[in-house]
């Protein structure tokens, strides 16, 4: 919230008693987003995408339902069918009416694919510039194991 927005709440919004938000400079880049600070559905979406590619979830298995899936995660069931609606959408699991969704053919290794590309393009980048900080020879994390 730029300094005039957040004069502009505090006259305008906030209630009595209630101090202004802090300026925040808005040319600053945004902070890299952590996993936490990653939306819900998103969160879910890697969990089962993760369970698929371990076999917890085999091809042509049934996934939990929605409300099931939500009960033992806490989750709002309306989260988890978004983050189910995105497996649909890409292909990844079968719609039978009725019955539930079924982990398709190829998915494991479909999301094994991508999360590997994710991981070399976007994560491994970051975690060799922190080591190359931090002196760290990838030989030596070899040895450890």
Known sequence: MGTLR???????DAPYGVPPPPAEDETDDPAPMTQQSRPVYLRLRDQIAAAIIDGDYAEGEMLPSVRAFAAEQGANPLTVAKAYQQFQTDGLV????????????GAAERLRRNERAQFLTEEWPELRARMNRLGIDPAELLERG
Do not use: H
Not at 6 to 12: C, I, S, W
Not at 94 to 105: I, L, S, T
């Open 94 to 105: 079968e719609v039978q009416r009725g019955v539930g969704m079924y982990v398709v053919a």
């Open 6 to 12: 957040a004069a502009l709440y505090y006259v305008t």
